[in-house]
């Protein structure tokens, strides 16, 4: 009798093996004649040779299914058992990104949100810039997430300055937690459409995925990490370079920004303004720049867009 251990990682076990492991026991009762035992995050699998690489292509399939759809029933299971290769309602296109919590497709819609995926693709750091609405946070959350699932990283880092707190949390009430929740609320509204409540919470819990202010970033080595800074805009020449200078090993950064809102007081410079212009000839640093016509929100946000740089350019000239 031959034996293979699987083991699970970043995977809650409840989601993946089901209440009181019914998952795994369906994918047991199909082959009577090996035995699959769960102890924590490993399987074991007892059995002869044909039966056990049978038996660990279909928990593959099952933790691939997982990774991209963020659950798994018994009836993915027995579909799986069944040999079908997907489930009925998933769909092939080459530029979906992953599926939502809610079955929703995640993926650029707009010709700049394609330039950014495929310039995440090419290279290491990436600047993103463009005005609110554009998407620009959002499918750089989605290109991390998609990372962490693909097993490309092992853990995700979310950061932005809380600049209306001056990055002075202390006087704020609460814990750390309440205290800068405000700040990075549109960081976990994103989160929430592309994990799973108790999914998220266990990567949190776990340190796979953090979401802190820049500040925190000090002193660290982000290695074989997807990290993101979004508003850009709001750091100084200083933060914005100790940000940049953290990539470690197997890194991949996005910094996003709007040059549009800028919320530093006026005796200084933003650093993603600096730093685009310190960095623009530098190999292997992707530079995308969305518009209003990628604005995905209600029509008249695109339209009170164009009127501000419509009025802005006439100040600019007068």
Same mark, same amino acid.
């Given at each position: 009798?031959?034996?293979?251990?699987?083991?699970?990682?970043?995977?809650?076990?409840?989601?993946?093996?089901?209440?009181?492991?019914?998952?795994?026991?369906?994918?047991?009762?199909?082959? #009577?004649?090996?035995?699959?035992?769960?102890?924590?995050?490993?399987?074991?699998?007892? @059995?002869?040779?044909?039966?056990?690489?049978?038996?660990?292509?279909?928990?593959?399939?099952?933790?691939?299914?997982?990774?991209?759809?963020?659950?798994?029933?018994?009836?993915?299971?027995?579909? &799986?058992?069944?040999?079908?290769? +997907?489930?009925?309602?998933?769909?092939?296109? /080459?530029?979906?990104?992953?599926? @939502?919590?809610?079955?929703?497709?995640?993926? #650029?819609?707009?010709?700049?949100?394609?330039?950014?995926?495929?310039?995440?693709?090419?290279?290491?750091?990436?600047?993103?810039?463009? #005005?609110?609405?554009?998407?620009?946070?959002?499918?750089?959350?989605?290109?991390?997430?998609?990372?962490?699932?693909?097993?490309? !990283?092992?853990?995700?880092?979310?950061? $932005?300055?809380?600049?209306?707190?001056?990055?002075?949390?202390?006087?704020?009430? @609460?814990?750390?937690?309440?205290?800068?929740?405000?700040?990075?609320?549109?960081? &976990?509204?994103?989160?929430?459409?592309? !994990?799973?409540? /108790?999914?998220?919470?266990?990567? /949190?819990?776990?340190?796979?995925? /953090?979401?802190?202010?820049?500040?925190?970033?000090?002193?660290?080595?982000?290695?074989?990490?997807?990290?993101?800074?979004?508003?850009? +805009?709001?750091?100084?020449?200083? +933060?914005?370079?100790?940000?940049?200078?953290?990539?470690?090993?197997?890194?991949?950064?996005?910094?996003?920004?709007?040059?549009? +809102?800028?919320?530093?007081? $006026?005796?200084?410079? %933003? @650093?993603?303004?600096?730093?685009?212009?310190?960095?623009?000839?530098?190999?292997?640093?992707?530079?995308?720049?969305? %518009?209003?016509?990628?604005?995905?929100?209600?029509?008249?946000?695109?339209?009170?867009?164009?009127?501000?740089?419509?009025?802005?350019?006439?100040?600019?000239?007068?």
């Amino acid at each position: 009798m031959v034996e293979k251990t699987i083991t699970l990682e970043n995977v809650s076990l409840t989601d993946f093996l089901g209440v009181e492991n019914k998952n795994i026991r369906k994918v047991a009762s199909a082959f #009577p004649e090996s035995k699959i035992v769960s102890r924590g995050n490993e399987i074991r699998i007892q @059995g002869s040779t044909p039966e056990i690489i049978k038996i660990s292509d279909i928990l593959e399939a099952l933790l691939d299914h997982y990774h991209k759809f963020g659950k798994l029933t018994e009836d993915n299971v027995q579909k &799986y058992i069944n040999d079908e290769d +997907q489930p009925a309602h998933a769909e092939y296109d /080459e530029d979906i990104l992953l599926y @939502g919590t809610r079955g929703a497709v995640v993926k #650029p819609k707009t010709p700049n949100q394609k330039k950014l995926v495929e310039s995440a693709a090419k290279n290491d750091l990436v600047f993103a810039i463009g #005005p609110a609405g554009t998407g620009k946070t959002y499918i750089s959350v989605a290109l991390a997430v998609r990372a962490l699932k693909n097993k490309q !990283v092992k853990k995700i880092i979310i950061t $932005r300055p809380a600049v209306e707190a001056g990055e002075n949390l202390g006087f704020l009430p @609460g814990d750390l937690k309440e205290k800068i929740d405000p700040y990075l609320r549109p960081i &976990y509204d994103a989160l929430y459409d592309m !994990v799973p409540t /108790e999914k998220l919470k266990f990567y /949190e819990e776990n340190k796979i995925i /953090e979401i802190a202010p820049l500040a925190y970033m000090r002193g660290r080595t982000l290695q074989n990490a997807f990290i993101l800074l979004d508003e850009a +805009q709001n750091t100084t020449a200083m +933060q914005i370079k100790m940000f940049l200078t953290r990539m470690g090993p197997s890194s991949k950064v996005i910094v996003t920004g709007d040059r549009s +809102q800028i919320d530093l007081p $006026r005796n200084h410079k %933003s @650093g993603l303004v600096e730093a685009v212009e310190v960095l623009k000839d530098v190999e292997g640093i992707g530079f995308v720049q969305l %518009s209003g016509e990628d604005v995905m929100r209600h029509r008249l946000v695109r339209d009170i867009i164009r009127a501000y740089d419509l009025s802005e350019s006439k100040n600019t000239m007068d």
